[in-house]
């Protein structure tokens, strides 16, 4: 939700400003802006709409000639994506300007009293309060400034600031956003996010809530939230700059459907020695929890739902699942008996940091399942389970999802070793099914040369809906929302049964149902509804092994996947589901890296 960078140091700030932004798109993209010091002002540049339009603006960065900068890519939350909204904001008097990542709640209030003290605001942003604060409380003295600005805000906030009296250094603040300071050799750098970073140094500060630095050509100190200063660690960031390109593919996200066998490989990898599936990372005593619960949102929540089977299955403990955006109000029952598992890509989702928070203040531990090393939900948990799937920068998660499910897999059946719910020939079993998986999903993807012509077929769509019992059903979950998200078709899962007892009022003649039949135990009731939805005009898109020839016969057309034992069997399935969510938004011309209204990792409530 919006990416923030800076730079200073002796290069030109506005070419570097705006490669960082084209890498921080994924974030927000409605609208952006930079801002650079020169000769003892402050030059501002901003359009409506993506980077692109701001670097022809701007002549790549030629017209705003300077060694100080911070750039903003939006996605709106306070006031629609225009120019005025767009960050930067500067102050009335022109000598502050502030780039902004998060929500500030007590905006309403501060806006009124600025107002009444005579600042005029130009735009209908939180954000904009920030900036006149500054100019409030400057009297010479930036960090003073900056501290007691901070001191006024309440919410979420990446800051990013500059003042054109002082311009040999910039200043970054973190409060419950992700802040990154990249570390050079006579130039530093933040960034909302490696991604923006590592093109230029792989030396990096992760700052902490309450945290700010002061960043000048030669150096940068942090600070905590009383002002002293302190050494913090330099982490080396793993990513390498191809993690973060195209690589040839037309878009990230088929370029990360294609990463997802390399990519769940990598998240078990470490984590399987001597036989056995070692989490070092946790040390947690299983045999005091009563209860599991998982909290996420999205598609991450989604793994939660398909994982859960082979946690109970294997552990012999209940799993809940909960949205983390209603877990957080829901006042749970929750104590130091329950194990929290939070699932998150970004580690940065405002919600399930929330919930994250409310289940601990109730006594559990929490268990975190992350792919960006650093970010808030892997420093708060107690145990945290890197997913090492790199970075994902489409919008729409595929190996994010794929990972976590993988990560989830990895636990159960470290679960059931422990808790001995498992006798040593099934758990080495077990082990092999999971060894097996980037074999398998390498399958599923070389395996449906007809997805394209597929997608053909239905993208002109109005609705199609995603039906499936038990972990078909929790796939058809994740099926249907990377069909919405991306192709903008309305998408609805079902789980099959429940299809009579309301919806199948919508199937009429050639409404599309995408059937998952990929668990040979429940496989017949399944195909009982497709013989219902057939009855009544369906076109049965069905998912399957190629040897279910009663599916085959039934189905009017087929998408294979490989057998695979049910309880881990939904990594492989959401493959082909995925690829073709991916060709009919091709097919329907959306702008599949960067759906419309979305952003990716979502600070925001
Ligand atoms: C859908 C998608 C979202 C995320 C959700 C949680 O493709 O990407 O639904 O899964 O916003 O994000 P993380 O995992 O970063 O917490």
């Given at each position: ?13 506005a070419p570097?400003l705006?490669?960082?932004?084209k ?22 540049s901003?359009?409506?709409?993506r980077i692109a ?7 790549h ?20 994506p ?30 009124k009293?600025?107002?009444e ?14 900036v006149?604060?500054?100019e409030m409380?400057?009297?010479g ?9 901070s ?34 050799v006579?130039e ?10 590592v093109?230029y140094?792989?030396?990096?500060i ?6 700010f ?20 660690k ?9 993690a ?27 984590r399987?020695?001597d ?9 947690i ?10 909290t ?6 989604y ?10 299955k294997l ?5 809940q ?11 749970p ?12 890509q ?7 940091i929330?919930a994250?928070?409310?289940c601990?203040s109730?006594?559990?531990k929490a268990?975190?399942?992350v792919?960006?090393?650093?970010s ?19 919008v ?7 990972t ?12 059931a ?8 020939a ?9 060894k ?11 395996m449906?040369?007809n997805?394209?012509?597929?997608a ?18 929790a ?6 929302l990377k ?8 998408a609805?899962?079902y789980a099959?049964g ?8 919508l199937?009429s003649e050639g ?21 219902e939805?057939?009855?009544?005009g ?10 279910n020839?009663?599916?085959?016969s039934?189905?009017d ?10 309880l ?13 969510a ?5 097919e ?17 409530e």
């Amino acid at each position: 939700m919006c990416g923030i960078v800076g730079y200073i140091g002796m290069q030109n700030a506005a070419p570097i400003l705006l490669e960082g932004l084209k890498k921080l798109e994924y974030r927000g993209y409605d609208s952006a802006g930079i801002a650079v010091m020169q000769n003892g002002s402050i030059a501002v540049s901003k359009v409506t709409g993506r980077i692109a339009a701001l670097a022809e603006k701007t002549e790549h960065g030629s017209l705003l000639p300077g060694t100080v900068g911070i750039g903003h890519t939006r996605w709106a939350t306070h006031g629609a994506p225009t120019d005025a909204n767009a960050h930067p904001h500067t102050s009335n008097d022109g000598r502050f300007a502030v780039v902004h990542n998060g929500i500030i709640e007590n905006y309403l209030e501060l806006r009124k009293e600025l107002m009444e003290k005579g600042y005029h605001f130009d735009s209908e942003t939180d954000t904009e309060v920030v900036v006149h604060l500054m100019e409030m409380y400057y009297q010479g003295d930036l960090k003073q400034a900056v501290m007691r600005t901070s001191a006024r805000l309440c919410g979420s906030y990446a800051l990013g600031i500059l003042c054109s009296d002082e311009p040999n250094r910039m200043f970054a603040v973190r409060e419950a956003s992700p802040l990154i300071l990249g570390v050079g050799v006579g130039e530093n750098f933040f960034a909302s996010d490696v991604t923006a970073l590592v093109a230029y140094t792989r030396n990096a500060i992760y700052l902490d809530d309450g945290e700010f630095a002061e960043l000048t050509p030669d150096g940068i100190q942090v600070y905590d939230c009383t002002g002293q200063p302190f050494r913090k660690k330099v982490s080396r960031i793993s990513w390498d700059i191809q993690a973060a390109e195209k690589g040839g593919y037309e878009h990230f996200m088929r370029k990360e459907i294609m990463e997802q066998p390399r990519a769940v490989k990598a998240t078990m990898a470490p984590r399987l020695k001597d036989g056995q599936v070692v989490l070092d990372d946790m040390e947690i005593d299983l045999h005091g929890i009563r209860k599991i619960v998982i909290t996420a949102c999205g598609s991450a929540y989604y793994a939660g739902c398909a994982a859960k089977y082979a946690i109970e299955k294997l552990c012999h403990i209940p799993v809940q699942i909960e949205l983390a955006s209603e877990l957080r109000y829901s006042d749970p029952l929750i104590d130091a008996t329950t194990l929290l598992i939070v699932l998150s890509q970004s580690g940065e989702t405002a919600d399930t940091i929330a919930a994250m928070k409310e289940c601990q203040s109730h006594g559990a531990k929490a268990l975190a399942i992350v792919n960006v090393v650093g970010s808030t939900i892997a420093k708060l948990a107690d145990y945290c389970l890197y997913t090492w799937a790199g970075p994902e920068i489409a919008v729409a998660t595929t190996k994010g999802y794929t990972t976590q499910l993988t990560a989830l897999y990895l636990f159960a059946l470290y679960g059931a070793k422990e808790l001995r719910t498992v006798d040593e020939a099934e758990y080495q079993k077990k082990l092999q099914v999971l060894k097996a998986l980037p074999k398998l999903m390498q399958q599923a993807l070389d395996m449906n040369p007809n997805l394209e012509q597929l997608a053909k077929k239905y993208h002109r769509a109005h609705s199609m809906f995603f039906i499936g019992r038990n972990t078909d059903y929790a796939v058809a979950l994740e099926g249907a929302l990377k069909m919405k998200e991306i192709s903008y078709i309305h998408a609805e899962s079902y789980a099959a049964g429940e299809l009579k007892h309301g919806t199948i009022a919508l199937i009429s003649e050639g409404q599309p149902v995408i059937a998952l039949c990929c668990n040979d135990a429940i496989t017949e009731k399944t195909m009982s509804n497709i013989v219902e939805v057939k009855a009544r005009g369906a076109e049965v898109l069905a998912v399957a092994c190629r040897d279910n020839q009663k599916i085959v016969s039934l189905a009017d057309d087929m998408i294979f996947v490989p057998k695979v034992e049910p309880l881990f069997s939904a990594a492989v399935e959401i493959v082909p589901l995925q690829l073709l969510a991916y060709y009919v938004a091709r097919e329907n011309g959306c702008d599949i890296d960067k759906p419309k209204n979305l952003a990716k990792s979502v600070t925001v409530e």
